[in-house]
């Protein structure tokens, strides 16, 4: 036996960041389901229409880069949203084999009408913490992500 005592800690699943951020991520896609039922989207659906809504015409490849989504994720939402006819897409003069997607007409008015119910979700999931936890709390996320 060593002279030296081996101390192991209890790892506690409830006390890892990683446990808890997927808590909190399930909570808070709980609130936009419920928030935004009969609307038809998916918080993946809705980052894409958001995005595209504030920048503009996007490469999908750009597009899935700036939300966060892998390429066959990103090809999925498109795909989906295409089917509904919420965005639409054209060659890029500058590279014929690049698809630029932007909002079609309904995608616009639909995503008008969602945009709201996105901060909603962030205000009902944010409740637990007061003004300054949420500013501090949404810093150290970002630092994260």
Do not use: C, W
């Amino acid at each position: 036996m060593s002279a030296e005592k081996i101390k192991t800690e209890v790892y506690r699943l409830e006390d890892q960041a990683g446990h808890l951020l997927r808590r909190a991520h399930q909570r808070a896609t709980a609130i936009f389901l419920e928030r935004l039922s009969g609307v038809g989207l998916t918080p993946t659906q809705f980052a894409a229409l958001a995005k595209l809504a504030d920048e503009g015409e996007l490469s999908q490849n750009y597009l899935g880069r700036l939300t966060a989504m892998d390429p066959a994720t990103i090809q999925g939402v498109t795909r989906r949203l295409k089917g509904r006819e919420l965005i639409t897409g054209r060659a890029d003069p500058k590279d014929g084999r690049r698809k630029l997607l932007r909002l079609s007409a309904k995608g616009v008015r639909l995503t008008k009408s969602v945009i709201p119910k996105g901060f909603a979700v962030s205000e009902e999931v944010l409740v637990p913490l007061s003004e300054k936890e949420r500013r501090q709390f949404l810093r150290l996320l970002k630092r994260l992500s």
